[in-house]
């Protein structure tokens, strides 16, 4: 029976979505049916889940067999919990309570024994036990759906407070699944994006107007009845919030065809490689499966630029390097997205906008107004600063700054950066400044960390976030951390009572291992948090995807296709490179080993043409209210017999912006009170974070296992937010074989394997763990090494580096699941590789494209120039709204094609045809060197960092690449194959 909810309730179409363990009447048809039960309705699932209790068994608890089952699952969290079909009749019989309008506790349990035919007598005693098993029960349902990492759904189980025990089944009775559509319809107008995670302070104020409006759309009536009810409307409130995080954005386009300007959001990248800049795009509101085109409306036509799906259901454009950054900011959107009529979208530029950080996105996205506590990016014109900056002052954590002269930033605007509004103003507010008014006057926000991705939200357990919690009015605040998953003081392992409305509790440095944490907010030293949020902890030590279950993912083998030194792919050739690891290479025996010469700097000269942005808006009339300040509020006409609310929304009729007055004099009266009672607290400076931690990133990756470039880029745009540094590291972890990676036949990232741990020799006694790392791990290696050992890291050259040195106990590591190379593995490598001539005929052929600039690879100074047609053999790089890096031989030219490549790829082999090769050897260092940007590809690449375990340094004061510690028989073997 267990199995069959499991597979109508808990699918794999839940995934990354919250579920509940509700079923109504056709889902209860559909398990029943699945488990091959004839009466298939309530009273038959009843009576299955109450087989499961010992109710007539005199001196038995009543959920004896339950409580064992559910101890002996802990062992084995992936196998499905035997405790789903009575947690299902649970959850029933709290929505049984919601049914007919009495939420009062102890109504609960009358449901319960109806629904279980519990006789009279025994009513006490099935009532404490069940309060002895509730958490054993419910935790087995979240420990499963946590197991597998919400490829089953996202778990909702989860309840605090006085009625804690009955508030676990009441958690899954308040959303029913219809009532989801109108949730995320109620997301899309409000602007939400998806994956966003707001208080439920900020989401109560949001759903008040709609639930209590008649009719309440988009809300279902179901919501609406339930809101009255004080009990329901938390427990609402908080499904909401969960239902928001895990949005997926659908929903979104309906209210976009109606609204577009509503849904279309400016993203902006803040950039520190290869240079601080800032980089500007939008978020449309519609689903995409890949490449598509953005039809935007001109005075005079109309400008069409690339789109590309992006996360959580969205659409970005994909060359945004290429439009006009003062465009997209600063003037009037609007057009259609593909080819699809209706499929419209829209912007309307703000004097002032605040954009959040979005986890999901990867970028801070534009928000109506700030979230308490949230750290937020601030665009504003720059005749607004004295106003923005003097409300910043007032109202904002000390920390926040101007980045100024910041290339990207478009003239006449200025960004702040790390503001988070602590507190929000007394009295009138400017009307540019309504975006820096936060809406809720409680907030909990954990902020900051390393975030892994995933369909779960968690945390890295190396890089735990901060939890800053804001009341306004309040004497004190105190945040409290709870081992676990409830509140229980025996649990308590950090707290921070401050006076005054604001409490910050930094995470790092207080030895928090994997595992669930419940952060719960208290006010004025009350017993009943006023806010709580889960943090899921994770690292290494707890994997995703452990790398020993399939020993091999992806492997590079000569048998796979003639490009196979520049991709992997399945593990499906006995003749392979995985890693440090070789099997069943055979030698190439068509090559001599002519010496590679000493390497000799170039003299560069560049003559790059220059590429003309694209403009993709209409400029704001001199009389708007971006340019004047001066906004004009429209509110909505009051019809006969409409009944009055407690808030009217107006819009301002040129730039959107929206402001919402009182509808009643009460609710006037209230707002000016709640103005009168907010203070400023005195708060630490927001700290700004140092260097990149290269280890944390490269633990989230051995956390996460495997997956698609995306996912890569999740990862590393916590420590770079460019695409172009994505690309930078994964092409280093590849090149020392921590990863392999997997390319399309257009060279781009399909997918990416953390390699199984190896120790690679160095020279006599001296090793290199190459692939799938942790601190369990290396706590593991030292213990096995012993005392007569070294294991030493460090973080070389962007990556985390293991050094052992000693002895090996060779039988000992293989059964901690580290394999223990007795020989180099390069020697095998470059004598297998083939010359990259035949690689560059092996590049996909394709038309030649339309592009805007193009630019030679100028062979003799290493640099790119300005070129004014393709007609000659040799590399270029093509510049529309991107890059594409493409050869062309004699019979490209003479078919109109070219050969696709990367920026790396298609120089070396420019220079191979020129016959001068860029690689050169250094004898005083024993190291090989090219100009920087020309890194060997894959394995070529991986050939000479093998050698020393390192990956190749940047030496960028003399433009340099430099493989250290490269033996010149190695040197010269890899010289003759990219020399021919």
Same mark, same amino acid.
């Given at each position: 029976?267990?199995?069959?909810?499991?597979?109508?309730?808990?699918?794999?179409?839940?995934?990354?979505?919250?579920?509940?363990?509700?079923?109504?009447?056709?889902?209860?048809?559909?398990?029943?049916?699945?488990?091959?039960?004839?009466?298939?309705?309530?009273?038959?699932?009843?009576?299955?889940?109450?087989?499961?209790?010992?109710?007539?068994?005199?001196?038995?608890?009543?959920?004896?067999?339950?409580?064992?089952?559910?101890?002996?699952?802990?062992?084995?969290?992936?196998?499905?919990?035997?405790?789903?079909?009575?947690?299902?009749?649970?959850?029933?019989?709290?929505?049984?309570?919601?049914?007919?309008?009495?939420?009062?506790?102890?109504?609960?349990?009358?449901?319960?024994?109806?629904?279980?035919?519990?006789?009279?007598?025994?009513?006490?005693?099935?009532?404490?036990?069940?309060?002895?098993?509730?958490?054993?029960?419910?935790?087995?349902?979240?420990?499963?759906?946590?197991?597998?990492?919400?490829?089953?759904?996202?778990?909702?189980?989860?309840?605090?407070?006085?009625?804690?025990?009955?508030?676990?089944?009441?958690?899954?009775?308040?959303?029913?699944?219809?009532?989801?559509?109108?949730?995320?319809?109620?997301?899309?107008?409000?602007?939400?994006?998806?994956?966003?995670?707001?208080?439920?302070?900020?989401?109560?104020?949001?759903?008040?107007?709609?639930?209590?409006?008649?009719?309440?759309?988009?809300?279902?009536?179901?919501?609406?009845?339930?809101?009255?009810?004080?009990?329901?409307?938390?427990?609402?409130?908080?499904?909401?919030?969960?239902?928001?995080?895990?949005?997926?954005?659908?929903?979104?386009?309906?209210?976009?065809?109606?609204?577009?300007?509503?849904?279309?959001?400016?993203?902006?990248?803040?950039?520190?490689?290869?240079?601080?800049?800032?980089?500007?795009?939008?978020?449309?509101?519609?689903?995409?499966?890949?490449?598509?085109?953005?039809?935007?409306?001109?005075?005079?036509?109309?400008?069409?630029?690339?789109?590309?799906?992006?996360?959580?259901?969205?659409?970005?454009?994909?060359?945004?390097?290429?439009?006009?950054?003062?465009?997209?900011?600063?003037?009037?959107?609007?057009?259609?997205?593909?080819?699809?009529?209706?499929?419209?979208?829209?912007?309307?530029?703000?004097?002032?906008?605040?954009?959040?950080?979005?986890?999901?996105?990867?970028?801070?996205?534009?928000?109506?107004?700030?979230?308490?506590?949230?750290?937020?990016?601030?665009?504003?014109?720059?005749?607004?600063?004295?106003?923005?900056?003097?409300?910043?002052?007032?109202?904002?954590?000390?920390?926040?700054?101007?980045?100024?002269?910041?290339?990207?930033?478009?003239?006449?605007?200025?960004?702040?950066?790390?503001?988070?509004?602590?507190?929000?103003?007394?009295?009138?507010?400017?009307?540019?400044?309504?975006?820096?008014?936060?809406?809720?006057?409680?907030?909990?926000?954990?902020?900051?960390?390393?975030?892994?991705?995933?369909?779960?939200?968690?945390?890295?357990?190396?890089?735990?976030?901060?939890?800053?919690?804001?009341?306004?009015?309040?004497?004190?605040?105190?945040?409290?951390?709870?081992?676990?998953?409830?509140?229980?003081?025996?649990?308590?392992?950090?707290?921070?009572?401050?006076?005054?409305?604001?409490?910050?509790?930094?995470?790092?440095?207080?030895?928090?291992?994997?595992?669930?944490?419940?952060?719960?907010?208290?006010?004025?030293?009350?017993?009943?948090?006023?806010?709580?949020?889960?943090?899921?902890?994770?690292?290494?030590?707890?994997?995703?995807?452990?790398?020993?279950?399939?020993?091999?993912?992806?492997?590079?083998?000569?048998?796979?296709?003639?490009?196979?030194?520049?991709?992997?792919?399945?593990?499906?050739?006995?003749?392979?490179?995985?890693?440090?690891?070789?099997?069943?290479?055979?030698?190439?025996?068509?090559?001599?080993?002519?010496?590679?010469?000493?390497?000799?700097?170039?003299?560069?000269?560049?003559?790059?043409?220059?590429?003309?942005?694209?403009?993709?808006?209409?400029?704001?009339?001199?009389?708007?209210?971006?340019?004047?300040?001066?906004?004009?509020?429209?509110?909505?006409?009051?019809?006969?017999?409409?009944?009055?609310?407690?808030?009217?929304?107006?819009?301002?009729?040129?730039?959107?912006?929206?402001?919402?007055?009182?509808?009643?004099?009460?609710?006037?009266?209230?707002?000016?009170?709640?103005?009168?009672?907010?203070?400023?607290?005195?708060?630490?400076?927001?700290?700004?974070?140092?260097?990149?931690?290269?280890?944390?990133?490269?633990?989230?990756?051995?956390?996460?296992?495997?997956?698609?470039?995306?996912?890569?880029?999740?990862?590393?745009?916590?420590?770079?937010?460019?695409?172009?540094?994505? !690309?930078?590291? +994964?092409? #280093?972890? /590849? *090149?020392? @074989? =921590?990863?392999? &990676?997997?390319?399309?036949?257009?060279?781009?990232? %399909?997918?990416?394997?953390?390699?199984?741990?190896?120790?690679?020799?160095?020279?006599?006694?001296?090793?290199?763990?190459?692939?799938?790392?942790?601190?369990?791990?290396?706590?593991?290696?030292?213990?096995?090494?012993?005392?007569?050992?070294?294991?030493?890291?460090?973080? !070389?050259?962007? +990556?985390? #580096?293991? /050094? *052992?040195? @000693? =002895?090996?106990? &060779?039988?000992?590591?293989?059964?901690?699941?580290? %394999?223990?190379?007795?020989?180099?593995?390069?020697?095998?490598?470059?004598?297998?590789?083939?010359?990259?001539?035949?690689?560059?005929?092996?590049?996909?052929?394709?038309?030649?494209?339309?592009?805007?600039?193009?630019?030679?690879?100028?062979?003799?100074?290493?640099?790119?120039?300005?070129?004014?047609?393709?007609?000659? *053999?040799?590399?270029?790089?093509?510049?529309?709204?991107?890059?594409?890096?493409?050869?062309?031989?004699?019979?490209?030219?003479?078919?109109?094609?070219?050969?696709?490549?990367?920026?790396?790829?298609?120089?070396?082999?420019?220079?191979?045809?020129?016959?001068?090769?860029?690689?050169?050897?250094?004898?005083?260092?024993?190291?090989?060197?090219?100009?920087?940007?020309?890194?060997?590809?894959?394995?070529?690449?991986?050939?000479?960092?093998?050698?020393?375990?390192?990956?190749?340094?940047?030496?960028?004061?003399?433009?340099?690449?430099?493989?250290?510690?490269?033996?010149?028989?190695?040197?010269?073997?890899?010289?003759?194959?990219?020399?021919?």
């Amino acid at each position: 029976m267990s199995e069959a909810i499991a597979d109508v309730m808990f699918d794999s179409a839940q995934a990354g979505r919250p579920v509940y363990a509700l079923a109504d009447t056709e889902v209860i048809r559909n398990v029943l049916a699945s488990a091959e039960i004839e009466d298939r309705t309530l009273a038959g699932l009843s009576a299955v889940a109450r087989s499961s209790l010992q109710l007539d068994e005199c001196g038995v608890a009543p959920f004896h067999w339950q409580a064992e089952a559910a101890k002996r699952h802990r062992r084995s969290p992936l196998e499905t919990p035997p405790a789903l079909p009575l947690l299902v009749v649970l959850s029933i019989a709290a929505e049984q309570m919601q049914a007919d309008g009495d939420l009062a506790a102890h109504n609960y349990y009358s449901r319960l024994h109806r629904l279980l035919h519990v006789p009279t007598t025994e009513y006490a005693r099935v009532e404490n036990d069940y309060r002895r098993v509730a958490d054993l029960l419910w935790g087995s349902l979240n420990s499963w759906l946590e197991a597998w990492e919400g490829e089953r759904g996202i778990p909702t189980a989860y309840a605090v407070g006085s009625h804690a025990f009955i508030g676990l089944p009441m958690s899954q009775a308040v959303v029913r699944q219809h009532d989801r559509a109108g949730l995320h319809e109620f997301f899309a107008i409000e602007g939400m994006t998806p994956g966003l995670r707001i208080s439920p302070d900020d989401m109560s104020l949001a759903m008040e107007p709609y639930a209590a409006a008649t009719p309440s759309l988009p809300l279902s009536s179901h919501l609406a009845h339930l809101w009255r009810v004080p009990a329901a409307q938390e427990r609402i409130v908080g499904a909401a919030c969960l239902e928001l995080e895990a949005w997926d954005g659908s929903g979104i386009e309906s209210v976009s065809s109606a609204r577009p300007v509503v849904s279309t959001r400016l993203l902006a990248f803040l950039r520190t490689f290869p240079r601080k800049s800032i980089e500007f795009n939008i978020m449309l509101p519609y689903r995409s499966e890949g490449p598509g085109i953005a039809r935007f409306q001109l005075a005079d036509g109309e400008s069409i630029v690339p789109t590309v799906a992006g996360p959580g259901g969205s659409t970005r454009l994909s060359g945004a390097e290429g439009v006009s950054a003062a465009s997209l900011v600063g003037e009037q959107l609007a057009g259609e997205f593909g080819d699809d009529q209706g499929r419209l979208f829209g912007r309307r530029p703000k004097r002032v906008t605040p954009l959040r950080w979005d986890d999901l996105q990867g970028a801070f996205v534009e928000v109506e107004r700030v979230s308490l506590g949230e750290d937020s990016l601030v665009l504003a014109r720059s005749d607004a600063r004295q106003r923005v900056e003097a409300h910043l002052a007032t109202h904002a954590r000390p920390g926040w700054h101007e980045l100024a002269e910041l290339p990207g930033a478009p003239q006449g605007w200025v960004v702040y950066r790390h503001v988070q509004i602590v507190s929000a103003p007394t009295g009138q507010l400017h009307f540019d400044l309504l975006p820096l008014a936060p809406r809720a006057r409680t907030s909990l926000t954990l902020r900051g960390g390393f975030v892994l991705p995933g369909l779960l939200r968690k945390w890295s357990a190396m890089e735990p976030p901060e939890a800053v919690a804001l009341a306004a009015g309040a004497s004190s605040v105190g945040v409290r951390v709870f081992r676990g998953t409830r509140i229980d003081s025996a649990e308590l392992i950090a707290e921070s009572v401050q006076c005054g409305e604001l409490a910050v509790l930094p995470l790092a440095d207080r030895g928090l291992t994997d595992g669930e944490y419940v952060v719960a907010m208290f006010v004025d030293n009350a017993n009943k948090p006023s806010s709580t949020a889960l943090l899921r902890l994770r690292s290494a030590n707890t994997p995703q995807f452990r790398v020993e279950d399939v020993d091999i993912r992806l492997v590079y083998s000569p048998d796979s296709s003639r490009r196979w030194p520049l991709t992997a792919g399945p593990a499906e050739w006995p003749s392979h490179v995985n890693g440090a690891r070789t099997a069943g290479l055979e030698p190439r025996r068509d090559g001599g080993a002519a010496p590679m010469p000493e390497f000799v700097p170039r003299a560069r000269s560049t003559s790059i043409a220059s590429v003309a942005k694209t403009r993709v808006g209409v400029p704001m009339a001199s009389d708007s209210c971006l340019i004047t300040g001066m906004h004009r509020f429209q509110l909505p006409p009051v019809l006969p017999g409409q009944a009055r609310t407690r808030s009217i929304e107006g819009e301002c009729t040129t730039c959107g912006l929206v402001r919402r007055f009182a509808g009643t004099a009460r609710a006037a009266k209230k707002k000016d009170g709640d103005a009168k009672a907010i203070s400023v607290p005195a708060i630490p400076p927001v700290m700004e974070s140092g260097e990149p931690d290269f280890e944390v990133a490269f633990d989230a990756l051995n956390h996460v296992g495997t997956g698609s470039f995306a996912v890569f880029e999740r990862v590393a745009a916590q420590i770079e937010g460019s695409g172009l540094f994505a !690309d930078s590291f +994964l092409r #280093r972890l /590849e *090149v020392v @074989g =921590h990863v392999d &990676v997997a390319r399309n036949n257009y060279l781009q990232v %399909t997918e990416w394997a953390v390699n199984t741990s190896t120790l690679v020799p160095m020279s006599d006694g001296q090793w290199v763990l190459v692939g799938a790392r942790s601190s369990g791990l290396v706590d593991q290696l030292k213990e096995l090494l012993g005392t007569g050992a070294i294991v030493r890291t460090s973080v !070389d050259a962007e +990556l985390a #580096r293991v /050094e *052992v040195a @000693g =002895h090996l106990p &060779v039988d000992a590591l293989a059964e901690a699941g580290i %394999t223990v190379l007795e020989t180099s593995p390069v020697k095998d490598i470059v004598e297998a590789l083939p010359p990259l001539s035949e690689v560059a005929m092996a590049l996909e052929r394709v038309v030649v494209p339309s592009y805007r600039t193009a630019e030679y690879w100028d062979t003799a100074s290493a640099s790119w120039h300005a070129a004014t047609s393709l007609a000659r *053999v040799g590399s270029y790089r093509l510049r529309d709204f991107g890059s594409t890096y493409v050869i062309r031989t004699a019979d490209d030219i003479a078919n109109g094609t070219l050969g696709l490549g990367n920026a790396q790829l298609v120089k070396h082999i420019a220079n191979l045809w020129a016959g001068d090769p860029l690689i050169g050897y250094n004898s005083r260092s024993g190291s090989v060197v090219t100009p920087l940007g020309a890194d060997l590809p894959a394995l070529y690449g991986r050939a000479f960092a093998l050698c020393s375990g390192r990956a190749p340094r940047e030496i960028v004061s003399h433009r340099m690449l430099q493989y250290p510690s490269v033996p010149r028989a190695v040197a010269d073997v890899i010289y003759d194959r990219v020399s021919r």
